[in-house]
């Protein structure tokens, strides 16, 4: 609708504006294009009985979107539109039957300390990860140390020292935002 009106200024929400009818046309057309490409893509992998977990690598924007400036993954991000297409069309669960009835964070802490020889071993295990810059591990790992002892402050500190790298090379600033405010909080909670 917008492209129909043949606008000369455009001044977006989290973009900058843009001058020039020709200019404008050709980035509303490549936008809207690129949010059809997530959204039918999306809903082929759904029609496929893809996970929203599989969905994210088969829902990739074509280089020829991809490479353009102004889509890249500022403001939002095409994982999260991935996830909220499939939430919207099909709902909360990914047909894996293992998930209908998950365990609990606790629950599931205690069994992966076991699985890794103990409290103990799982901590060295998050610490290693963080060294070693294997950030996301190190946030998941701290997480089942967190759920297993809510008052210990090593475990904070691992997830925050983690989600401060993974901030650093995150594009989309309301990521990197929650990334950063996150780690505050928990360097706070550590003390």
Not at 35 to 42: M, N, P, S, Y
Not at 153 to 179: H, Q
């Given at each position: ?107 599931e802490a205690i069994r992966m300390a076991k699985l890794a020889g103990g409290e103990a071993e799982l901590l060295q ?55 950063l405010t996150a780690a505050q909080e928990l360097r706070k909670q550590a003390e």
């Amino acid at each position: 609708m917008m492209i129909k009106e043949k606008p000369e200024y455009l001044v977006g929400g989290h973009t900058r504006p843009i001058i020039g009818g020709e200019k404008i046309i050709e980035v509303m057309t490549n936008y809207r294009d690129a949010i059809r490409f997530v959204f039918d893509k999306t809903i082929e992998g759904m029609n496929k009985g893809m996970t929203p977990d599989e969905l994210v690598d088969y829902a990739r924007l074509p280089d020829r979107l991809a490479e353009k400036d102004y889509l890249r993954e500022y403001y939002g991000n095409v994982e999260w539109a991935v996830r909220q297409i499939f939430n919207a069309h099909l709902g909360w669960f990914d047909g894996n039957p293992t998930n209908l009835f998950s365990l609990s964070p606790r629950q599931e802490a205690i069994r992966m300390a076991k699985l890794a020889g103990g409290e103990a071993e799982l901590l060295q295990q998050a610490q290693r990860a963080v060294k070693s810059k294997d950030n996301q591990w190190a946030a998941q790992l701290a997480d089942h140390l967190i759920a297993l002892n809510p008052d210990a402050s090593e475990p904070k500190l691992i997830k925050a020292e983690a989600l401060e790298a993974l901030a650093e090379n995150l594009l989309t600033a309301t990521g990197r935002n929650y990334y950063l405010t996150a780690a505050q909080e928990l360097r706070k909670q550590a003390e």
